[in-house]
């Protein structure tokens, strides 16, 4: 029997609004770029030139990389694969990245803050729990049902 493959999916509105918060903490890091090389005098720029470079380029990325990361996932998404042998594989880019037996799971759990949105794995003999990213809600109905087949 053939189980289909189930992907992650990042959300438009999601993606606008880590793109919208990381252009202003880009912003800032281009202002303190800036404010340093126009206002500051030569003197003090050569003490604080170096720190507020740092803090300009730390600034910029710190903005624009996590949307980078979520682009990067709309072009290669986690996959879960779910075997015969009741074995779910999360794979991406090919790569197995882990793999768990259905019989230590006691729970499937959709969770959705402002932050992020994904699956939760609850264990049955452990307290720990898998977090699984950018999920959908379909996409833990679908794999709720697989796993009740």
Not at 92 to 98: E, N, T
Not at 106 to 123: D, L, M, P
Request: charged content about 20%; overall charge positive; hydrophobic content about 40%.
């Amino acid at each position: 029997m053939a189980y289909p493959i189930i992907r992650s999916t990042v959300r438009p509105s999601f993606l606008r609004k880590v793109l919208q918060r990381g252009t202003c903490i880009a912003l800032l890091g281009v202002g303190c770029l800036l404010a340093g090389g126009l206002f500051l005098p030569a003197d003090l720029l050569n003490l604080w030139g170096l720190p507020l470079w740092t803090l300009g380029v730390g600034l910029i990325g710190a903005g624009l990389i996590p949307y980078r990361r979520l682009k990067q996932l709309e072009l290669h998404p986690f996959e879960l694969h779910l075997e015969e042998e009741d074995t779910l594989y999360l794979i991406r880019k090919g790569q197995v990245l882990a793999h768990l037996h259905l019989y230590d799971v006691s729970e499937w759990e959709y969770v959705e803050n402002e932050q992020t949105y994904g699956i939760r794995v609850h264990f049955r003999n452990e307290k720990t729990s898998l977090w699984l990213p950018y999920f959908s809600k379909s996409a833990y109905e679908k794999l709720k049902n697989e796993r009740n087949r």
